[in-house]
Structures are given as structure tokens and as C-alpha cells.
């Protein structure tokens, strides 16, 4: 269940401000490229209003929230795919991880350089795309040069590969990522073989200047984000990563009042970490009792005994049944006494599909 998120960037668009903020964890950041140079991995937190609720209504000794990883990946330039900067180690960084949080630069600081010397989202955009397919290129050209004499002879395999490779090459040669292509099932467990770093999903994060949060929509640059994402349907998310890393040393009723003052209901980070809890394909089960109230991270397309193996191997190794509950079921309920009288508790079994929000109790034998 371990995945992971990167945050890409070029250098100085706020990155390592943000993983700061995100994880608390004192990533290096400084006014230069490359001050990052080894990727930081730090645990977030899920924020989750439904834990807090489920919290209130059965009174626990201990809550615990669930969380997954952020990865900090130093800042790409044009040319990192030969080699240019950091290059290929940060390429491999980014091989790495699961999805792509990229942040791009929506404010103008005259204090804080800009690599390539004007800020312009959508071509630090494009520049680390650009990156990305051509070092997506070089790996499907080597490959392809293996199969395709193996292809001539007519070799089954040989042709399904062959067939996707070039279907890929020519993507690639028009600067267009591997997630552009739509394939089937076979095919695309051939190309998940492939780690290709296009076929990663990607969410786009604008960072923009402290007197921007409140009303992000008037800033230009952040609306020809928007558009770039929406012909990729992808999300954009709007911070403003100082304010954020001043946000995260405040306590809850602090922080409520902060947000008031800014005129947002709602701080970035938090729609940031839910944005790419989502982006990964992962969802939330919670187990609830007067010792703890948890939640617990799950894929999704995941099944009842999987999800049981979640919490432990032996929970899946002898599972019998899942004692379930739809989260907004119980707190309509109020108890869970009062959730099975009104036959809002189902028990389920090896091939139920579990869902966001489930309330479970595991029944197993070991």
C-alpha cells in the first residue's frame, strides 16, 4: 500500500516550501537551484471530517487518522533528460512514484530567481514534460529496437509489443505523454511493465502570491492553468505556499481564525493532500470502537479480504466476514445499536468491493 506522490517543479517555483508545509519536515529550501539534491520523503496526514465525526459519536480512547507519503524531488531544467542540472537522477526520482503533484510559479517576486529568467506556467509546463516524454522516448526506443527484427519474423509477442512501442514512439515524437493513448486491458498491463513516466497521473498546483488566495480566478496565469489541465482532465489546485508553511504552526482555533482573515473557508494544503489522496486511487475505511476510532487507507477496486489485510495478514488469512456500515448511515443512526435495527448493518463477504466511508468490523479465524 505504500505509495507515493512527487512533487515536481522547475527549481524555485516553491516546491520544497510546499513539502515543507505538507509534511513539517525541514526540507532544505533556499533561493537557488538544486538545493534539493537528494529527494525528501515525508508522511502526511489525510484531513477527514467524517473521522472527527465518527470521533464525537462513539467517544474513543485514541483516534488515528490515516496517511501516505509525499516525495520532494529537486528542480528539473530544460535538458535534464540529457543529462543537463541533476538530470537523470531526478528522472529517476520521479520513476519512483505513483503520481505527479506539479507545481508551477503564479506570482511575480523580483526577490526569488526564475530559472529560465520570466514566469510563465505553462512553459515550465511544458519544459518538464518535454523532459519527460523525451526520456519516455529513449526508453521505448531501446526497447523497440530488441523486438522489432523479432517482429519481421513474425513472433506473436514480438508483434503486440511492436505494435504498442511504435503507437508509443509516435506519441512521444509529437510531445505528447503516454497517458494520451487509450489502450485495453492486455495492453495496458504491457505497459505498466514499461514505467513509463507519462503514463503517471498528474495534478497541477499553482502557487500564487499572498494577496491572490482569496480570489485566485482574477490571476491570469493561474486561469492558463487551468485551461492547459482541463484538456488533460486534470485538477489544478491554487496555494500559496508561504503563507501555508505560516498556516501549519498554528493551533485548530488559530488556524480557523487565519483562514477567516484570508477570506477562504478552507486552507490549500488540505485540498492539496485530499486532491492527491484521490489522484493515487486510494480511499478511506474506518474500524470504530471505544478503544479507537481509525482510518485506514485502502485502493480502490480493493475486496473485503484485502482491505483486512490492511490492518494485518492474519486478518485476510482467516477472514470470514466484514460487519459493514456506510459511514453516513451510522452517524444518521447514531449508534450502531440503532444502525442495525434499521438494517443499515450488512454483513459481507470475500468478493464485496469495499467502499469509501465503509465502517467495518472484520470477523475472522486463524
Not at 524555485?12 to 529550501?29: D, H, R, Y
Not at 518535454?130 to 521505448?140: K, P, Q, R, S
Not at 490549500?268 to 489522484?279: K, M, N, P, S, V
Request: with cysteine; net charge negative.
Amino acid at each position: 500500500m505504500a505509495l507515493t506522490a512527487g512533487i515536481v517543479g522547475l527549481p524555485n517555483v516553491g516546491k520544497s516550501t510546499l513539502f515543507n508545509a505538507i509534511t513539517q519536515a525541514g526540507a532544505e529550501s533556499a533561493n537557488y537551484p538544486f538545493c534539493t539534491i537528494d529527494p525528501n520523503v515525508g508522511i502526511v496526514e489525510v484531513p477527514d471530517e467524517r473521522l472527527q465525526k465518527l470521533t464525537e459519536l462513539i467517544q474513543p480512547k485514541k483516534t488515528v487518522p490515516t496517511a501516505f507519503e509525499f516525495t520532494d524531488i529537486a528542480g528539473i531544467v530544460k535538458g535534464a533528460s540529457k543529462g543537463e542540472g541533476l538530470g537523470n537522477k531526478f528522472l529517476s526520482h520521479i520513476r519512483q512514484v505513483d503520481a505527479i503533484t506539479h507545481v508551477v510559479r503564479c506570482f511575480e517576486d523580483g526577490n526569488i530567481t526564475h530559472v529560465s529568467g520570466k514566469v510563465d506556467p505553462i512553459d515550465d509546463i511544458e519544459t518538464i514534460n518535454l523532459e519527460l516524454v523525451l526520456a519516455d522516448l529513449e526508453t521505448i526506443e531501446k526497447r523497440a529496437a530488441r523486438v522489432e527484427k523479432l517482429a519481421r519474423q513474425k513472433d506473436k509477442e514480438a508483434v503486440f509489443e511492436h505494435e504498442i512501442l511504435s503507437k508509443l514512439k509516435e506519441t512521444f515524437e509529437n510531445g505528447q505523454p503516454a497517458r494520451a493513448l487509450e489502450f485495453n486491458e492486455e495492453q495496458q498491463k504491457y505497459v505498466k511493465q514499461l514505467h513509463l513516466l507519462t503514463t503517471k497521473p498528474v495534478l497541477y498546483v499553482a502557487n500564487v502570491a499572498e494577496d491572490e488566495v482569496a480570489d485566485a480566478s482574477a490571476n491570469p496565469l493561474v486561469q492558463k492553468v487551468k485551461d492547459f489541465a482541463a484538456n488533460e482532465n486534470a485538477e489544478v489546485i491554487v496555494v500559496c505556499a508561504k503563507i501555508e508553511s505560516e498556516i501549519v504552526e498554528l493551533d485548530a482555533e488559530e488556524k480557523e481564525m487565519f483562514l477567516e482573515e484570508l477570506g477562504i473557508t478552507e486552507s490549500g494544503l488540505d485540498q492539496l493532500i485530499r486532491a492527491t489522496y484521490e489522484l493515487l486511487g486510494l480511499a478511506t475505511y474506518f474500524t470504530a470502537g471505544v478503544q479507537e476510532v481509525r482510518a485506514w487507507t485502502f485502493r480502490l477496486g480493493m475486496k473485503a479480504p484485502q482491505c483486512a489485510g490492511v490492518i494485518h495478514t492474519d486478518f485476510e488469512r482467516g477472514f470470514i466476514r466484514a460487519e459493514t456500515v456506510h459511514y453516513e448511515d451510522l452517524v444518521a443512526a447514531g449508534t450502531m445499536g440503532a444502525a442495525r435495527e434499521a438494517g443499515k448493518v450488512r454483513l459481507e463477504g470475500k468478493e464485496y468491493l469495499v467502499k469509501d466511508g465503509d465502517v467495518i468490523h472484520f470477523r475472522f479465524n486463524v
